[in-house]
């Protein structure tokens, strides 16, 4: 993994978490941020590992997956420049039964592992933050095992498209028809087949792993009401970025 210089105070606001910091625990963090590369496919943190650092996505996007015994795997969440990747660490737990997953490419900030419990164990601000944005993934991995048990995987992809492009700039995502298969935890089949569906109805068009959403609006009439659900608890609980 890359890492460059921190003095980039400027996109380290590019985090809506970091953005929201107060102005005072904002600039203790500055000097030990540090920024980096968060390339595709580049696993963070493995099930029951120690976790050394915390990462805040700028412009990529993580998926939190469960694994099973036999190598299948389910996306549980997602985190964006909304969120942080490693809350075990300041929960108390350590590890988590999850692996992270770098979904989307692009940079992100981290923050060590005992910087992180040391801010968090002062009881401040940072600690009421961490935890309202706890709340908010808890919520969207509930909502993920409801929707992944009792709608269809049309309505599957639409809220994965929709939570996805929430979580990057533009309308278009890097994502090949497998990979989206194993997010969701069915077969490529399966997701080919949603795929052309909205493909059909001018929702999307797809092609070479290259998604781009063509009418939102339409796309959210067509997902489960699981996508407002998640996306309301953030919105209700997470501030909004200062560099919005």
């Not at 300041?90 to 992100?108: D, Y």
């Not at 309308?171 to 194993?182: G, K, R, S």
């Amino acid at each position: 993994m890359d890492a460059f210089p921190t003095n980039t105070p400027e996109k380290s606001r590019q985090n809506q978490l970091l953005a929201a910091l107060p102005d005072a625990e904002w600039l203790r963090w500055q000097p030990q941020l540090e920024l980096v590369d968060l390339s595709l496919g580049q696993v963070l943190y493995e099930s029951g590992a120690k976790m050394p650092y915390v990462y805040f996505p700028v412009d990529a996007i993580v998926s939190l997956l469960y694994v099973l015994e036999d190598g299948a795997s389910a996306e549980i969440a997602v985190v964006g420049f909304e969120g942080v990747v490693g809350i075990s660490i300041f929960m108390g737990g350590g590890t988590t039964p999850s692996r992270a997953v770098v979904q989307s490419a692009g940079m992100g900030f981290r923050l060590r592992a005992d910087a992180i419990k040391s801010e968090f164990d002062r009881s401040g601000p940072v600690m009421h933050l961490m935890l309202r944005y706890t709340q908010a993934l808890i919520t969207q991995m509930a909502q993920t095992a409801v929707c992944n048990r009792h709608h269809s995987l049309d309505q599957q992809l639409c809220r994965w498209l929709l939570l996805s492009l929430d979580r990057l700039q533009g309308n278009q995502l890097l994502m090949t028809q497998e990979l989206i298969a194993n997010m969701l935890g069915v077969r490529r089949e399966g997701v080919t087949e949603a795929a052309l569906k909205l493909q059909k109805a001018g929702l999307i068009s797809y092609a070479r792993g290259h998604i781009s959403v063509l009418d939102r609006p339409r796309l959210e009439k067509r997902t489960c009401e699981c996508y407002g659900v998640v996306k309301k608890e953030y919105d209700r609980l997470l501030p909004p970025s200062k560099a919005s």
